[in-house]
């Protein structure tokens, strides 16, 4: 659907220039979904739209249709998670991640993107994808917001990673690429950012630094899968 909506949708105007910018637009600008049932949905938006996105919120299950990837933002799992499932939204969301959308998650969006988490609430669930578990509010209370730079993939310039009540990664699968650890203090050598195929999650909040690489990062995982 999402490679061939172009292709059909453009085809009845054609041949000639116009058809050809029809393509260029579906190529350089994804369409994606921003989760906007809790949390900083605004600037997600903004990230996105910086980077060359068409950002669109997602509160309904027919808004998924249209979209080529979606991002979780931060805010607190166990209400997204509530909420996912009183909109409707958690199987139909869940079914597309494991049908190959890309997603990426902030902060509790790391958390519904995990397989498995430590300290959740009773009745929580996440939607999964990635082969990992996480922390809930694993930095504890007297560091419960904190921001430090670190090390991201192979990136020539560190990340400024603000951690808000943030999760880490407590143990990742063989498949799970761990692409930054924090950096000194009690939790040092700690996971705060994987990539899992279509799936990426950082426990920060880029969205809130006005650096958009993660973003920019996201996107082309969302163009390379077409
Ligand atoms: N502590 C929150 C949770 O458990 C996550 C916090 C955040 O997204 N900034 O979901």
Redo the contacts with the bound molecule.
């Keep these: 659907m999402r490679g061939g909506g172009g292709g059909a949708g453009s085809g009845g105007r054609g041949r000639g220039p116009g058809r050809t910018l029809a393509w260029l637009v579906v190529t350089t600008a994804p369409t994606i979904g921003v989760l906007a049932l809790q ?1 900083d949905v605004r600037e997600h938006v903004h990230a996105l739209e910086a980077v060359g996105a068409t950002a669109v919120p997602v509160k309904l299950e027919s808004e998924l249709h249209g979209i080529q990837g979606i991002v979780l933002p ?5 209400v997204i998670d509530k909420l996912l499932r009183s909109f409707g939204l958690f199987e139909p969301l869940r079914d597309r991640l494991r049908g190959g959308l890309p997603a990426y998650g ?4 790391m ?1 519904l993107l995990a397989d498995r988490v430590t300290d959740a609430t009773a009745d929580q669930q996440t939607l999964g994808g990635i082969d990992m578990t996480v922390r ?2 694993a930095f504890g209370r007297q560091v419960d917001s904190f921001e430090q730079d670190v090390a991201y993939a192979d990136w020539p310039a560190p990340v400024h990673a603000v951690f ?4 880490w990664v407590e143990q990742v699968g063989e498949s799970v690429e761990v692409l930054a650890r924090v950096d000194g203090g009690r939790a040092d050598g700690r996971i705060v950012a994987v990539r899992h195929g279509a799936l990426l999650a950082t426990s920060f ?1 880029p969205e809130v630094t006005g650096d958009h690489r993660v973003h920019a990062q996201f996107v082309d995982m969302v163009r390379e899968r077409g």
Excluded: K, M
Excluded at 74 to 78: D, K, L, P
């Design positions: 949390g931060g805010g607190e799992s166990t902030s902060c509790a969006g958390i809930r509010n808000i009540r943030a999760p909040h």
